[in-house]
């Protein structure tokens, strides 16, 4: 009997599967809070919303990590695959209240839904407040999905129990690289080196950005599966490289991207004031007259688009986007290179590698 060919879905295929599940998921959730009464329509909506979006990316490194090791294509694995993406859905939730956001995705974001919905209804209170809570409750709630769907996905039990412990420890590294931006917006820069912003700025990025986005799914997959320890490394090494390479880029379409392709109003980035890599290159090179201009401009909410503009002037012309762009380039190389020392399916890594043009050249 002849064998028959791996099922190999392409990333738009494996997009559509995992909007099937969370379209399911969805139904199922509306139902269970049915009986708490509509109002919860409110709270589940914009969850929805947000999950109808994306590049769906974390999803594809935990299901290519899972048939880069050998394992077969299945429901079970795209369950697990879309948990990534819920989990996602609960930092964006709660990542938009702490940077205060007004979109997401070109839509307005959770907390500012819900508060036009108290202001439209004239309830008592803070509208402000009313969003803020609502969005850090459907952030909560898309936690606890993230475990119920990881562990009803229909994976034999041996393989959800060997992921589990990447699992875990993603959810839990993921809030403390969320305290830790939220403490290095904080601490003062002006007496540190260059070498110190950056680092600190990197350091940021681990763990809250390259190990949940890429090097944690892909090992949750690989892992599940049954990996040796060798191609564990290599992975790890491969996820963490790309995943500062994808922070990067993600940091200059923060101040140069095209609204229309972020959903981000352009130069959200400098009104946030993020301390990023980016800017601890620009900072390296400014005289003190840029520094103190920079110092009255970075981190205002109010900026308007010529301070943004003079902002953008003063990164492009220090040649921070250039250091940056060399950065995501090396980082880049050395994810790939680091995939010829692991043990792989042939179309596993031929996927992973694609992985990495995909995940570092986007407008989005």
């Known amino acids: 009997m002849p064998v028959e060919p791996p099922v190999v879905p392409s990333?738009?295929?494996?997009?559509?599967?995992?909007?099937?599940?969370l379209d399911r998921a969805h139904d199922q959730h509306a139902e269970q809070l049915a009986?708490?009464?509509?109002?919860?329509?409110a709270l589940i909506d914009p969850i929805h919303a947000l999950l109808r979006g994306g590049k769906r990316l974390r999803a594809?490194?935990?299901?290519?990590?899972?048939?880069?090791?050998?394992?077969a294509h299945s429901d079970a694995i795209v369950q697990v695959a879309t948990a990534m993406e819920?989990?996602?859905?609960?930092?964006?939730?709660?990542?938009?209240?702490?940077?205060?956001?007004?979109?997401?995705?070109?839509?307005?974001?959770?907390?500012?839904?819900?508060?036009?919905?108290?202001?439209?209804?004239?309830w008592d209170g803070d509208a402000d407040r009313f969003g803020e809570a609502g969005a850090i409750l459907a952030g909560d709630l898309c936690l606890n999905w993230t475990d119920e769907l990881y562990s009803t996905s229909g994976l034999p039990e041996a393989e959800l129990r060997r992921g589990r412990a990447v699992f875990d420890l993603m959810r839990t590294q993921l809030m403390g690289g969320q305290y830790l931006d939220v403490l290095e917006s904080v601490r003062p820069w002006e007496s540190a080196s260059t070498q110190d912003r950056i680092d600190r700025a990197r350091l940021v990025i681990r763990y809250k950005s390259a190990k949940y986005t890429v090097e944690q799914p892909l090992l949750i997959g690989a892992t599940a599966f049954g990996v040796d320890d060798d191609t564990r490394a290599a992975l790890s090494e491969y996820g963490l490289a790309l995943g500062e390479a994808f922070q990067l880029r993600d940091d200059l379409l923060g101040v140069y991207g095209d609204p229309e392709a972020t959903g981000k109003p352009a130069g959200d980035d400098l009104r946030e004031g993020k301390r990023t890599v980016l800017v601890a290159h620009t900072l390296d090179t400014a005289t003190p007259t840029q520094i103190e201009r920079f110092n009255e401009l970075f981190g205002r909410a109010d900026l308007d688009e010529a301070g943004v503009d003079w902002l953008r002037e003063l990164v492009s012309s220090s040649g921070a986007v250039d250091a940056t762009e060399a950065m995501i380039?090396?980082?880049?190389?050395?994810?790939?290179?680091?995939?010829?020392?692991?043990?792989?399916?042939?179309?596993g890594e031929r996927m992973l590698r694609d992985l990495v043009g995909i995940a570092v050249a986007r407008n989005a």
């Open 329 to 347: 380039s090396a980082l880049s190389a050395h994810a790939d290179a680091a995939l010829d020392r692991a043990t792989l399916t042939p179309e």
């Open 35 to 41: 009986p708490i009464g509509t109002e919860m329509t």
């Open 11 to 21: 990333l738009d295929q494996l997009r559509a599967q995992v909007q099937v599940v």
């Open 60 to 71: 594809a490194f935990c299901y290519w990590g899972y048939r880069a090791a050998g394992g």
């Open 86 to 122: 819920v989990f996602q859905a609960a930092a964006l939730l709660h990542d938009d209240v702490m940077d205060r956001s007004d979109t997401r995705r070109g839509r307005p974001t959770a907390h500012r839904v819900l508060a036009a919905m108290h202001r439209e209804h004239g």
